[in-house]
Each structure stands twice: as structure tokens, then as C-alpha cells.
């Protein structure tokens, strides 16, 4: 079945360094791509998402392209802030219903 | 501007009681779904609802039931809790889409089951 690998946390870095958080997919067809972010205590939210190969999906500062050939969707930022610290959930769709699988999570720790 | 409004925040129960977790949503969407977060295993969907009065299991259902009176709301109930079942549950909403429409997500309810 359809399945979300990301690359295992936490991972810590210092203000203004750059991220990389990696995602593959495994999935029949074609499907949507998505990054949410949950901070603590809170649910999740999309940050970005892409509908279609070499999709590039962006949002505060945040991006991550949607690469067929190599089934990926890795999230990007070229200078981390202490206030991006989160959880990081990349997540596929596949169907008319809309359901959501995601990967495991990947914690950011930025520190000052 | 609620959103996607879960209640309670939090429960305590014993082995063997029943509850239900309430998700109320006021952005008219078609789609509800409850997901359950447990560490190093993300998220996984119990029960979803393309519409009032439908429902369908998720990847994880058993133990679960869930109905959908009204659009705008959609319950989750445990009959005979298990420790099994201690998790953080979250409902979200979405509107139809093919599969590229968002889900906008509650900020969860936090269960314990000693």
C-alpha cells in the first residue's frame, strides 16, 4: 500500500542554518503531497503542499518540489529561526477522499 | 473563526468505560476524519466521513465507533476503553477535492487509559 517514509529526528541546529528534512513515497498513481507542521500542543497545520510532479510548493521561507523520478518531497530552509521549532509530518493523498498518510515526524530543535 | 473545535482537551479513564470525543467544525465542509498520534508512528486515521449520515473505516477502526448526524459535527466513541487506546486523538475537516484539498485539523484531545 501507499506509504510515507521521513528522515528520523530530532534533528537540533543553530539560528540561520539551513534545513533539510527528507521525504520519500511509495504510491499507486498520482498523488498530492503535503508538509504540516504541529507546534507544541497544538494540531496540525498545512505548511505547503504540491498536486503534481515538479510542483514546487513554498510558504514562509519553506519549500520542497515534487519529484516523480525519485519519489521524494524533501522540505527546505535556507535560515531557520528559534520560532520554526516543530514537528515536521510529511503526508500523502491519493484519493477523492481526501485521507491523509503520514510519515512518522521529524522533531526541529533551533537553537540561539 | 473556530475552525475545527474538539472537546474535551483531556480525559482520564479506567479500563472497561465508555466515552465520546466530540468534533465540531464551522467551515461547512463535506470530509471529517479522526486520526489518532502516537510517538514514532505519526498519525493514523481510525474513521472518516464523506458526508452526513456516512461513515468508513480508517486504517486502525477496531475498538472505535464514530457517527455523523449532522454535517458539522462528527463523534468518536470508545465503548470499553483499553490501555491500547491511550493516544492523541484529532479530528479534521476538509472540503472535496480529488485528493488535494487541505485537512484542517482540532488541536486534539489527550486520552489516558490506566
Known amino acids: 500500500g501507499d506509504s510515507v517514509t521521513q528522515m528520523e529526528g530530532p534533528v537540533t541546529l543553530s539560528e540561520e542554518a539551513f534545513l533539510t528534512i527528507n521525504c520519500t513515497y511509495t504510491a499507486t498513481g498520482y498523488p498530492s503531497l503535503f508538509w504540516y507542521v504541529q507546534y507544541p500542543g497544538e494540531g496540525l497545520q498545512l505548511l505547503l503542499k504540491?498536486?503534481?510532479?515538479?510542483d514546487k510548493g513554498s510558504n514562509k521561507g519553506f519549500e520542497a518540489t515534487y519529484r516523480k523520478e525519485t519519489t521524494s518531497f524533501h522540505l527546505e530552509k535556507g535560515s531557520v529561526q528559534v520560532s520554526d521549532s516543530a514537528v515536521y509530518f510529511c503526508a500523502l493523498s491519493g484519493g477523492a477522499t481526501n485521507k491523509l498518510i503520514f510519515g512518522t515526524g521529524t522533531l526541529l530543535a533551533v537553537q540561539p | 473563526n473556530a475552525g475545527v473545535t474538539q472537546t474535551p482537551k483531556f480525559r482520564v479513564l479506567k479500563t472497561g468505560q465508555s466515552m465520546t470525543l466530540l468534533c465540531a467544525q464551522d467551515m461547512n465542509h463535506e470530509y471529517m476524519y479522526w486520526y489518532r498520534q502516537d510517538p514514532g508512528m505519526g498519525l493514523r486515521l481510525i474513521h472518516y466521513?464523506?458526508?452526513?449520515?456516512?461513515?468508513a473505516k480508517g486504517e486502525v477502526p477496531d475498538g472505535y465507533n464514530v457517527s455523523r448526524l449532522k454535517k458539522q459535527n462528527f463523534l468518536l466513541g470508545l465503548e470499553s476503553a483499553a490501555p491500547s487506546q491511550t493516544s492523541v486523538y484529532f479530528c479534521a475537516s476538509s472540503i472535496p477535492g480529488q485528493g488535494s484539498s487541505p485537512l484542517h485539523f482540532g488541536n486534539g484531545t489527550r486520552l489516558t487509559v490506566t
Open positions: 504540491a498536486t503534481k510532479a515538479d
Open positions: 466521513s464523506v458526508g452526513e449520515g456516512t461513515t
